[in-house]
């Protein structure tokens, strides 16, 4: 049964389930924007297709807030505010090792290889790379392991993973990018808790939680 985080008339959020596609993909489980139609389809007795826009993804190891958008004025403006980074995202993930700083502002410029589905982080500018940053921050740390808070100033794809892996941390179970060993599921322990912006019609502060990850080891 989907979770849902957030509804109005205008936008929806569901927590996405760690293993989940966002959108439909051949050979792959129900995704979340299935689930979510159907839960919009039940509730409100609509006889017809029910709209809902894709505003942005989660890769599909990583769980956590989705944003839908139920109307196309909604999912207008939400895209602009997304390009615009007026939308502010926040992760926790649990890492390898211990990062260099209690908190701190990383900067690296990401080059992805579609072929191998891998993001490669530079610490200087390099050619058809994008520059990507993050903020961090220690919440605790447990058996050789450290768990993160991350507030994403850019939304590059595998960023938060390509980025800590190249500080040496990481993230727990995410063996392509260096993690010592995989969890039996195929998650990894990185998650989307908190979506933050204005709303788009009504104008008002709206904030999306997640439960987090403070409980996974």
Partial sequence: MVKILFEDNHLISAHKKSGQTVQPEPHKPISLEEEVKAYLKEKYQKPGEVFLGVIHRLDMPVSGVVLFARTTKALTRMNEMFHDR??????????????????????HWLRRDE???????????????????????????????????????????????AQLSAIGCPIAGDLKYGARKAFTDGSIALQSVELSFVHPVKKEPVSIKSSGLNQLF
Avoid: C
């Fill in 86 to 107: 007026e939308v502010k995202k926040f992760y926790e993930v649990w890492v390898e090792n211990v990062p260099p700083k209690d908190s701190d502002l990383i900067t």
């Fill in 115 to 161: 072929h191998k589905n891998f993001t490669k982080a530079f610490t200087s500018e390099v050619k058809q790379a994008d520059k990507a940053m993050l903020k961090y921050q220690i919440i605790k740390r447990i058996a050789g392991l450290t768990l993160l808070r991350i507030e994403l100033l850019t939304g590059r794809k595998h960023q938060i993973r």
